[in-house]
């Protein structure tokens, strides 16, 4: 290992970890990554963290968080206002250090605010700065691979501040790789973690998801309960090309995690009124591992009897299915059944909170992609 990346390797230890997450689950996900790296992270809004930590953090977060989007190691935040601004920000980076010569890089870029350039603008000005150092600094002109690169240089602008770091994650780990039937109004499955959290689901509690759709919610409690990492994206993960990091400590890490792992009877259940999308979600269960853990079934949510402990449900919102009047009437017809039901706690979702009859105890604002929407918590 060159000398350079060795010193990086004991910086390893003092990193900045910036982490995304869906926007109104930051104190959720913060909650998750303070379980899992013992130090709480900041939150800093719109769906971001901060973290002091090391590279055995990075590996615990990508592959056992179950709220996070991305890890990120941040190299730099600054504020700037123009292109050239950008530019020579980045070129105050020691990307020297953390690409060897032989790798290729690129960089992806994304604004938040108004700007004059645009996100492809900043990602080259980047992307030259990049080279620009590592020929200053090596005599050595880094390819660049938009398609396969070595190493991903993230890059965002919000409003004026920089924030520059490179990517451990790759794609999203909301695609945990277990999606083989894709619902038309699908939740995420950072989304469906948190709302578990929110309902304080405890494992040996009996579980129901009423509209449980691919089945995202259930098939996420039983990852949870079974301490299950993300293993069908271990392999993808940006961090085993980072030279400056510890790999073969990390593939340790990461093999405790695995047999941490503990499968054990649950009370889970999902409900659809469609037969379709429920064979779909045993199709999902059984690509993520845990075929028979859940007990899928046909039903209208309007006619259970709701005695489990726990009620979470991503509600229709009714963008696909009609008009107002159309999810009023199922909302009132849904919550007439789990009044007169004898549950702990029930977490609703739903970008149509003011169609929805009853008043909830707590209510969260949150932003699925870029619809808004809110968490509606009920306690009994
Ligand atoms: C927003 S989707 C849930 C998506 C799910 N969270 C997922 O990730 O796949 C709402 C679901 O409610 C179901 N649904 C609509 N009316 C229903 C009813 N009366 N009873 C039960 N399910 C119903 C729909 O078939 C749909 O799958």
Not at 134 to 149: A, D, I, Q, T
Request: charged letters at 30%; hydrophobic letters at 45%; aromatic letters at 8%.
């Amino acid at each position: 290992m060159p000398r350079v990346l060795e010193a990086k390797a004991a910086m390893a230890e003092r990193l900045e970890l910036f982490m995304t997450t869906e926007r109104g689950f930051e104190a959720v996900a913060a909650d998750e990554v303070e379980e899992l790296t013992g130090r709480k992270p900041e939150a800093v809004g719109e769906g971001r963290l901060l973290l002091k930590g090391s590279a055995k953090d990075v590996l615990l977060l990508n592959y056992c968080s179950n709220t996070l989007h991305r890890v990120v190691l941040l190299l730099l935040r600054e504020e700037v206002e123009t292109l050239e601004e950008v530019y020579s920000s980045a070129l105050s980076v020691p990307f020297e250090e953390l690409i060897a010569p032989e790798q290729s890089f690129a960089v992806r870029a994304e604004r938040i605010g108004e700007h004059e350039f645009t996100s492809p603008e900043i990602a080259a000005r980047i992307g030259q700065a990049v080279i620009d150092r590592y020929r200053r600094e090596r005599g050595h002109r880094l390819r660049v691979n938009l398609k396969e690169p070595g190493v991903v240089i993230r890059a965002e602008l919000s409003g004026r501040l920089l924030w520059l770091g490179v990517d451990t994650t790759g794609r999203s780990l909301h695609r945990r790789g277990y999606r083989a039937y894709l619902h038309p109004a699908p939740l995420k499955p950072t989304a469906a973690h948190a709302l578990l959290r929110l309902a304080e689901w405890r494992h040996s509690e009996a579980l129901i998801d009423p509209f449980c759709g691919s089945g995202t919610v259930c098939i996420e409690a039983v990852r949870w309960a079974w301490r299950m990492p993300n293993m069908l994206r271990k392999s993808s993960f940006l961090l085993w090309r980072l030279r400056f990091l510890p790999v073969e400590q990390l593939s340790r890490v990461a093999e405790e995690a695995e047999a941490g792992m503990r499968r054990r009877e649950l009370k889970v259940r999902g409900c659809d009124i469609s037969p379709k999308h429920l064979q779909g979600a045993r199709v999902n269960a059984r690509c993520a591992g845990i075929a028979g853990a859940v007990e899928f079934f046909t039903g209208d949510a309007r006619e259970l009897r709701y005695s489990e402990d726990v009620v979470i449900a991503n509600l229709p919102y009714g963008l696909r299915m009609g008009s107002p009047r159309k999810v009023a009437k199922l909302y009132a017809g849904f919550e007439r059944a789990l009044a007169s039901g004898s549950w702990r706690t029930a977490v609703l979702l739903t970008a149509r909170p003011e169609l929805y009859p009853a008043e909830p105890d707590e209510m969260l604002r949150v932003t699925l992609g870029t619809l808004p929407a809110k968490v509606m918590v009920f306690r009994n």
